[in-house]
């Protein structure tokens, strides 16, 4: 058997159906712009993704805008929301606050981190053990000088899924603006814009089997955004620049095979989670493969499981379970290369020895119970090695 992909919360593999909506488009030619019959073709496919995107969010269509991935989503809500243009002009950021978390993405904590040298005052909400924000304390942070709060709504390293929506509620009573990363949750769990009640939600078309090179942000109605790019005024000047009609159309065709499929998709993936999870602890013993993440399956990815195995290192693991064939991470995959361990799990307080031995495995829309069981054998196999080489 091939090698098994289980880090697709690292990127998923195209979907041949949305490989085939995007060709014509690909092939037609057409700027949306241009007022001749090729761009007013372009323009409606362009259009028709916008609407049936926001339908399956809970948006409406002029809340979408369309960004080359989810960095850019992130980078443009959180600099656009404080009011932020181009960043050349000098800046008085003093006497403002960012309430965000430990546990964000570096496409987050790192535009958090630019704005703290620049003289932003940062707080950063406790996380419990489980890798959940505590969002009662998170809103308690809020002060006269408080701007924005930024949560992320499932992390990408253990599938916590944090309460974004209670954080809304409460930020919104005290007028404060609420942007969440939704990266890892738009197309593994239902998401709704409106009911969540955000000011802006990033997601990426990669994470659930789009095409790269495109994500998106949704701005609520009212919200003021200052625009990072400036241009030929497209999608209302918030992101110019002429839109990849091909990979709208990917993204919107991925998402509806997300929504036909939802249902399916979820309890295939908590079933084969559950197995890989129970197979190790069973092979391993339940002190030699821990769960890192919420207990409650009601509060994680269905399709996330990140284990620690104590004593072990996840680098030599990492290593030898690729040569076994069988694709993991650590940490985040944005950040993979790094040897530090993770922020996420250190936020958790795991302890020592098992924050060196952590390794995620993240199932795609098309991870077969096959492929589960050829993993689950490779994995056991590749810990005794290590194991009985270490004895
Ligand atoms: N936010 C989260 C939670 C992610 O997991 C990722 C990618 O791994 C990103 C943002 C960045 O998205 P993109 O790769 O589309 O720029």
Do not use: Y
Request: with cysteine; net charge negative.
């Amino acid at each position: 058997m091939p090698s098994i992909d289980l880090d697709q919360n690292a990127t998923t593999p195209l979907d041949p159906e949305v490989f085939e909506a995007m060709r014509p488009h690909w092939l037609s030619g057409g700027n949306p712009e241009s007022r001749h019959a090729l761009g007013r073709g372009a323009r409606r496919a362009l259009e028709q993704s916008r609407e049936s995107i926001a339908r399956i969010l809970g948006a409406s269509p002029d809340e979408v805008v369309f960004t080359s991935g989810g960095t850019e989503a992130n980078n443009l809500a959180i600099f656009g929301v404080l009011g932020e243009d181009s960043g050349l002009r000098a800046r008085d950021s003093t006497g403002i606050q960012i309430v965000t978390s430990p546990i964000e993405h570096p496409a987050v904590a790192e535009v958090v981190g630019r704005l703290a040298t620049e003289g932003v005052a940062i707080d950063q909400a406790p996380v419990e053990t489980d890798g959940r924000v505590d969002v009662a304390a998170m809103a308690a942070l809020i002060r006269p000088e408080t701007k924005l709060l930024t949560l992320m709504l499932a992390n990408n390293e253990t599938g916590a899924i944090q309460q974004v929506g209670e954080l809304a509620k409460l930020a919104n009573l005290q007028g404060v603006p609420v942007h969440t990363d939704a990266v890892q949750a738009v197309g593994r769990i239902p998401v709704n814009f409106r009911d969540l009640g955000v000011a802006t939600l990033a997601a990426s078309g990669h994470k659930f089997h789009g095409p790269g090179g495109i994500g998106l942000l949704l701005v609520r109605k009212g919200v003021k955004l200052s625009p990072r790019n400036f241009g030929g005024g497209q999608q209302n000047g918030r992101r110019p620049g002429t839109p990849a009609v091909a990979l709208t159309v990917g993204m919107a065709r991925a998402l509806e095979r997300w929504e036909n499929e939802a249902k399916e998709r979820s309890a295939r993936w908590a079933k084969l989670t559950d197995r890989l999870e129970s197979g190790l602890s069973e092979a391993l013993g339940a002190d030699r493969a821990i769960r890192n993440g919420p207990s409650d399956p009601g509060n994680r990815l269905p399709q996330t499981l990140n284990i620690s195995f104590p004593g072990l290192d996840g680098d030599a693991l990492l290593m030898q379970l690729d040569l076994a064939g069988v694709a993991v991470s650590l940490g985040s995959a944005c950040a993979s290369g790094a040897t530090e361990p993770s922020p996420t799990l250190k936020a958790m307080k795991i302890p020592e020895d098992r924050l060196r031995a952590s390794v995620r495995m993240s199932l795609g829309a098309r991870t077969t119970e096959n492929e589960v069981e050829e993993a689950l054998a490779r994995i056991i196999a590749v810990v005794e090695r290590i194991r009985s080489a270490q004895d």
